[in-house]
């Protein structure tokens, strides 16, 4: 995998196209969680903790394409 995820000051861009706003991204994460779960067998997770990440893809929506996604500065507005 070539691009990675963007950081604050940064974005995705498909140079095949331009799109700059719809991305199907694909992750792999290893959570650690605290579930609490009430009387009634109801879950809710309260806590979680990433403990791994790896982005597996990124692929435009507009184009398909996934070899043409790279990383470019946000504009400052």
């Known amino acids: 995998m070539g691009v990675a995820l963007p950081g604050p000051r940064e974005r995705w861009r498909c140079a095949g196209c331009g799109n700059l706003t719809r991305f199907?991204?694909?992750?792999?994460?290893?959570?650690?969680?605290?579930?609490?779960?009430?009387?009634?067998?109801?879950?809710?997770?309260?806590?979680?903790?990433?403990?791994?990440?790896?982005?597996?893809?990124?692929?435009?929506?507009?184009?398909g394409r996934s070899d043409a996604i790279e990383l470019i500065a946000r504009n400052e507005g």
């Not at 997770?45 to 990440?53: A, F, K, Q, S």
């Open 24 to 63: 199907d991204v694909a992750r792999n994460r290893r959570t650690h969680e605290f579930w609490h779960v009430d009387l009634a067998g109801v879950a809710q997770v309260e806590d979680t903790e990433l403990r791994d990440e790896v982005l597996e893809s990124v692929t435009c929506r507009w184009c």
